[in-house]
């Protein structure tokens, strides 16, 4: 059974940083990417960044040059650095994890940009 534990998320002013992290427990043997969605009220879902096991990263348009998603060097932890954050970041951040044949999900982390 694998878990993906989120933290990092808060409150924090426009312009500010925020770094968000996910760690995967349980029996791990690879998987084939991690990454983060975020959903806003009223909003649709949306993938925020990926990174494969390659190493690959992908980023939604909106975050491209403000976020830098990484992963550890044991591949069960991926960290994502917010910087630059604006008021329409604000959403609740869910780690996934795919592996063959599944994917796993984190409970969501509240991230809040406001002045």
């Known amino acids: 059974q694998v878990q993906l534990v989120e933290s990092g998320g808060g409150l924090v002013q426009p312009g500010g940083s925020l770094r968000l992290s996910c760690g995967a427990s349980?029996?791990?043997?690879?998987?084939?990417?991690m990454g983060w969605y975020r959903q806003a009220p009223g909003k649709q879902r949306e993938l925020v960044a990926r990174?494969?096991?390659?190493?690959?990263?992908n980023y939604a348009d909106s975050v491209k040059g403000r976020f830098t998603i990484s992963r550890a060097s044991t591949k069960n932890t991926v960290w994502l650095q917010m910087n630059n954050l604006n008021p329409e970041d604000t959403a609740v951040y869910s780690c996934?994890?795919?592996?063959?044949?599944?994917?796993?999900w984190g409970q969501g982390t509240q991230v809040t940009v406001s002045s």
């Open positions: 990174i494969t096991n390659s190493g690959s990263t």
């Open positions: 349980g029996s791990i043997f690879n998987f084939n990417a």
């Open positions: 996934f994890m795919i592996v063959p044949g599944t994917d796993y």
